[in-house]
């Protein structure tokens, strides 16, 4: 909780940052910031009971303080890699303001308690997000992208509150553990409305993570925005919205789970098929990343569907997201940077002879693209073997078949930009330029994949008693 307070106390101050004329300190005092509230959460996790605050509207027990964890490193990173994007911009304190309640409202995602938290987590993260999609004003796609990520989520939103409204008149409250009770009591006469809110509820989270059919929204909101605003939404608001899906369905609805369990592995199926065959048809690397990121939503939503509230499921899913995260930092971090340097070009020759132009940065994508695909021994590969290993003592084999196969199609286009890098010939002309913050966020990231995969026990036994 005292990470979500330092974190929206940031973005308070980043408002008054015009007024007050501290502009040019703002970078480092965020970056400060951001540090003392994972001090902060770190410190929280010896706490020896769970903490509730407003009523028990909001909770910070170990599973919140680890997704925190996750949000709070990557968002780190990010502001890292990112500070030219605050630097260039006249709008800087906007956006600086705008970054940080998106992390606000991601935190609230991880700890809610409350069918109403969940909704005022979700609205507090989304909306800024519609407007950091659309900021390079200038750019018809980046504009296309948040007239479209606005209106995408406005449906999502509607039918969440819909599925929020239904279940409450079902069960008279907006409380999970109170949900899970009552379910639990009366699963044989709950109503016929109480299912059809569970199930517009799964559709709404499906839609913040992506997941098919409800992915649409996805390539073209990945494409047009900014890339460092892309690198934002597949981060810190993919491993919020999981957050909030493990609490719903593995708390709230654990106790009928026979009613969505068959719907999410049909969603998982789509997702895997969808994604990895269109990934492969992409030339343009963000929407080939747009896409490798609906197949990553199906391999974490594996662990809900396993359904079973033990260690194994929170260490996969927490292993999983903090492995995608470092990644998806890597991956965007250098596309962002090979763009620049490419006259914004974003396709796969791009890359084009990097390893010559730049051996470290591309080592560290070749590192990224691994870990994506799951490669040993990068962190991507025991991320998917703790999910497998979750989903295996289930009647759901068949998808671990299908995600096997899938992952086999991810190999053929993540190597497409390792072959690009080492073996296409590239312009000896151009120098290549890298500015140092955002060299050692890559650095970093990088090394952080390298060390979970060698030593996956430092994260994937947390939760071990």
């Given amino acids: 909780m005292k990470g979500l307070l330092v974190i929206s106390g940031l973005g308070i101050i980043a408002m008054l940052a015009e007024i007050f004329k501290f502009k040019k300190v703002l970078l480092p005092l965020v970056l400060i910031g ?31 303080i680890a997704f925190s964890g996750i949000i709070i490193i990557t968002a780190f990173f990010w502001f890292i890699l990112s500070h030219n994007y605050f630097e260039e911009d006249s709008n800087l304190v906007d956006h600086f303001t705008l970054v940080l309640f998106v992390i606000v409202g991601a935190l609230m995602l991880t700890a809610f308690k409350n069918m109403t938290t969940l909704f005022l987590g979700i609205e507090i993260m989304s909306i800024p997000l519609y407007v950091l999609a659309s900021s390079k004003k200038k750019d018809i796609k980046s504009n296309e992208a948040g007239f479209k990520y606005l209106i995408m989520g406005s449906f999502a939103s509607g039918f969440l509150l819909f599925g929020i409204a239904l279940i409450y008149g079902a069960t008279g409250t907006f409380d999970i553990n109170l949900i899970s009770e009552y379910t639990s009591q009366n699963a044989a006469n709950m109503p016929m409305f109480f299912y059809v809110g569970v199930i517009m509820i799964l ?60 719907i999410l592995a049909v969603i998982i199926a789509l997702s895997l098929v969808i994604a990895n065959f269109s990934a492969a048809m992409q030339s343009n690397v963000k929407r080939m990343l747009a896409f490798s990121s609906i197949s990553h939503a199906a391999f974490m939503l594996m662990v809900v569907l396993a359904n079973v509230r033990s260690n194994l499921s929170l260490n996969a899913v927490i292993y999983y997201s903090l492995a995608y995260s470092l990644a998806s930092i890597v991956a965007f971090g250098v596309l962002h940077v090979a763009a620049k340097n490419a006259n914004g070009n974003e396709n796969t020759d791009a890359f084009n002879g990097l390893a010559k132009k730049n051996p470290m940065l591309a080592f560290c994508m070749t590192i990224a693209m691994l870990s994506l695909g799951g490669i040993p021994i990068t962190a991507g590969f025991f991320a998917k073997y703790f999910v497998f290993t979750a989903l295996i003592g289930t009647s759901f084999k068949w998808l671990l078949v299908l995600a096997i196969l899938a992952s086999a199609i991810g190999i053929y286009y993540y190597l497409k930009i390792v072959i690009a890098m080492f073996y296409q010939k590239h312009d000896g002309e151009k120098t290549f330029e890298l500015d140092k913050p955002q060299a050692i966020a890559i650095v970093l990231s990088t090394l952080a994949i390298l060390v979970i995969g060698v030593l996956p026990g430092l994260i994937a036994n947390m939760f071990k008693m």
């Fill in 34 to 64: 951001i540090a003392l509230a994972y001090t902060l959460n770190v410190f929280e996790w010896n706490t020896p009971c769970d903490i509730s605050y407003f009523s028990n509207m909001i909770a910070f027990d170990k599973v919140a």
């Fill in 203 to 262: 559709v709404a989270m499906s839609f913040k993570v992506s997941a098919a059919p409800f992915h649409f929204w996805a390539p073209d909101v990945y494409h047009g925005s900014p890339t460092l605003i892309t690198a934002l939404m597949s981060t810190v608001v993919k491993t919020a919205a999981f957050a909030a899906i493990l609490r719903l369905f593995m708390i709230a609805f654990s106790g009928i789970s026979e009613s969505w369990t068959l």
